[in-house]
């Protein structure tokens, strides 16, 4: 609960159909002023001016939360700004709140009507206090911006200058959900320049950035008054190089202008777009490419891993699984920023917040998120298919999906020592695991439901999403998985955990009894494999390992695995003594493989393996993302086997260093900074021996292990010659 004496809710009076509303508040300060503080929000989004300067550098404010329940507000010091005469102008927009989300055409999923709130504390310097509220002596009018939507885009009419101003309504709606923000800022944060301008076969304008990105265009242009500029967004070129938007489905990333006859410089203020090409049309003067900057818009997060090898294609694929982060971490890790989709989906976070976590520092990121989870996560304990939860019960609770519950908390611990997010998760945590303990056939066995499967795994039937391994497998092999690190995060807080521990025993019994028969997998799938292996649920580790290689040869060296199987693959061929063959998945350039989309162009990770086929045909039209992180997943191998960093104590005061070579590399090099300094570990050939320089924050200590030696150092430089 919040103890800021907010003002109102206030709406506009009448009904402004698409328009988006500004709100406004003139006032008068008469005395000098020491301090002026103004906390805002909207149901939907908004930006707020004072005197005609924009209020801090943050977009798309509110952010993304579970409005009903949570809903944050910004604070802003706004000292600098207050004159003695002032203008207090909040510009509203739909936003996740009251705009269109998901693909089924949802509307006003929180919220039907903008509304804004706001106070502003003013403090004198003669110590006298005095509070701005939004009530009803605010005045509202329609904006020029006559539409905006996250998915279709942003109409903006630059002839509206004068505005028609009415009194704003009270508005009846609950204060107690409102909090501090708790999430990143979501800034701009960088702008990238046009590259080249096409004409496509079709005959259309076509200007392509040369990155497939999150954000919007910012335009220059000059036109005739009254022109309608138009922008449309794509994220590739079709296999004739025309421009493409079939995988959009209903989103129409559609951005229109309407032109005064004066020089103006535009950007939408509530859509984003996914995109790396526009197109142009009805563009009203000759196309300048200097005109276009695309402005890539994400949280504000620290950047604290490097990866670098000697092959060139792997460190494409590393730079397309940053870019995969950037374009899905706009306040909630989101499968995909361009088609009518974009939520916060509970698997694909699972699978990449360890690689998330190397790259970027996304401990507040993830904290927010899974607090939303927490608030969302049903009575039974089951959890939604995404956070916020915009989908009901649809699709809620599959294995692997919902296990995000667990997964993410304990990965923060891990990565940032964080312990406080064990505790504030603990019970969010424990009733997913008795969630699970009341389904299926028996306590121990989850073998009923609907999951997800290994989504999109290539060995499923034909036209199916679900890869061929047996749900009820990879639900029970999640269900153990979820109790051991359940477990872990009770011992980390000191709680007693032997009722789990039980549990966690009988599981893994039942797991070996249904599904693994004569010492085989009862699915021969690589993926069924990958699970018992890295969730250490085999007692014939040598036999399975064995098992998955050939599964492997079989395939020509190639993987079949989707969401599910891949984020460990190379971990667990790497840890059962097949580095050399994980090498090869790693290095593979036909398809199915990591490098086959960075062959064929890809900037970002695809959805699919084959998103766009050897022939340049599309996976298919409707379901077809080329900014899906869930396979980058395979950065936290880069990392954590290729450099061999790993955390040895949560937070890494503790690191291990192990780093696995190849003889097809001749050097790799990562770093990470972590709260303790920044962690540096390379290897290069030199005159046929392996050079290996590893640095390691003050007051760390670290286990090098190169071969079979171990070496305990300390914090400082360390290099051996092997
Ligand atoms: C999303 C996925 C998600 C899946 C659930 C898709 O539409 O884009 O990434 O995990 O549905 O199966």
Not at 225 to 236: L, N, R, S, T
Not at 529 to 545: G, S
Not at 668 to 694: C, F, M, P, Q
């Amino acid at each position: 609960m919040n103890s800021i004496p907010f003002g109102n809710w206030i709406i506009s009076s009448t009904d402004f159909g698409d328009v988006c509303p500004v709100f406004k508040k003139d006032f008068e300060t008469n005395k000098k002023i020491k301090k002026a503080d103004l906390c805002v929000t909207a149901l939907g989004l908004y930006e707020v001016y004072i005197n005609g300067s924009r209020v801090g550098n943050q977009v798309f404010t509110p952010g993304w939360t579970s409005y009903q329940k949570r809903l944050q507000y910004q604070r802003y010091d706004v000292t600098e700004l207050l004159q003695d005469i002032n203008e207090l102008v909040i510009l509203a927009g739909k936003g996740w709140c009251v705009g269109e989300l998901a693909w089924n055409g949802n509307h006003g999923i929180w919220n039907d009507v903008i509304s804004v709130i706001a106070v502003l504390h003013i403090q004198y310097t003669d110590d006298t206090r005095e509070s701005i509220v939004t009530d009803k002596d605010w005045q509202v009018a329609k904006s020029p911006v006559l539409y905006s939507e996250l998915y279709h885009g942003e109409t903006y009419d630059s002839n509206v200058t004068e505005f028609d101003w009415q009194p704003a309504a009270l508005y009846e709606h609950d204060k107690s959900s409102l909090i501090e923000q708790e999430g990143e800022p979501i800034v701009e944060q960088d702008r990238l320049h046009a590259v080249e301008l096409i004409q496509t076969p079709k005959g259309e304008t076509v200007i392509d950035f040369g990155q497939n990105l999150t954000g919007y265009v910012e335009v220059k242009l000059k036109a005739p008054k009254g022109a309608q500029a138009k922008i449309y967004h794509a994220e590739v070129l079709d296999k004739d190089g025309n421009f493409y938007t079939e995988n959009l489905r209903t989103a129409k990333q559609q951005v229109t202008i309407i032109c005064n006859g004066e020089e103006m410089t535009y950007k939408p203020h509530f859509s984003f777009q996914g995109f790396r090409y526009i197109r142009l049309e009805d563009w009203p003067e000759e196309v300048d490419l200097q005109n276009f900057t695309a402005v890539v818009v994400h949280s504000k997060l620290k950047r604290t891993g490097h990866f670098e090898c000697s092959e060139p294609l792997v460190n494409q694929l590393y730079q397309n699984i940053i870019w995969g982060q950037k374009g899905n971490f706009l306040d909630v890790p989101t499968d995909c920023p361009q088609r009518n989709e974009r939520l916060g989906w509970t698997g694909d976070a699972q699978v990449f917040v360890r690689a998330a976590s190397y790259n970027f520092d996304v401990n507040r990121f993830f904290t927010k998120w899974l607090h939303d989870l927490k608030a969302d996560q049903f009575e039974d304990g089951g959890v939604p298919a995404v956070i916020p939860n915009v989908l009901g019960k649809e699709g809620a609770n599959s294995a692997a999906w919902g296990d995000a519950a667990v997964i993410c908390p304990w990965q923060l611990y891990l990565s940032y020592g964080n312990q406080t997010i064990l505790e504030q998760q603990f019970e969010s945590m424990k009733n997913w695991i008795e969630y699970i303990r009341a389904q299926g056939e028996n306590e121990f066995l989850w073998n009923t439901g609907e999951h997800y499967a290994d989504w999109l795994g290539l060995d499923g039937q034909a036209g199916s999403c679900k890869g061929a391994t047996d749900e009820g497998l990879i639900a029970t092999a999640y269900f153990a998985y979820s109790t051991s690190l359940f477990i872990k995060a009770g011992t980390a807080l000191q709680r007693d955990m032997s009722s789990y521990e039980r549990l966690y025993q009988n599981i893994v019994k039942a797991f070996r009894e249904t599904y693994i028969k004569d010492g085989k997998m009862t699915s021969q799938t690589q993926t069924a494999h990958v699970l018992a292996l890295y969730f250490d649920l085999c007692e014939n580790r040598v036999a399975i390992a064995k098992d998955l290689v050939e599964l492997i040869h079989q395939n020509k060296d190639k993987l079949t695995t989707g969401f599910v199987g891949t984020p460990y693959l190379l971990h667990v061929l790497s840890d059962n003594g097949y580095a050399e063959l994980a090498y090869t998945l790693l290095l593979q350039q036909e398809f199915p493989s990591w490098l086959y989309s960075v062959k064929m162009g890809a900037t970002t990770i695809w959805e699919h393996w084959d998103g766009i086929r050897p022939d340049r045909s599309m996976w298919s039209a409707d379901m077809n993302s080329f900014n899906h992180y869930a396979y980058g997943a395979v950065a936290d191998w880069m990392y954590g086997v290729m450099a061999g960093i790993k955390p040895g104590k949560p937070g890494y005061e503790h690191i291990i260093i192990q780093p696995i070579t190849d003889k097809r590399l001749s050097y790799v090099k990562a770093s990470l900074d972590v709260k303790y300094g920044t962690i540096v570990s390379s290897w290069r050939r030199e005159n046929g021996k392996t050079v290996y320089s590893v640095e390691i924050p003050e007051n760390c200590t670290a286990e090098i292990k190169l071969g079979n030696q171990t070496y305990e150092v300390h914090g400082g430089k360390h290099s051996y010659r092997i």
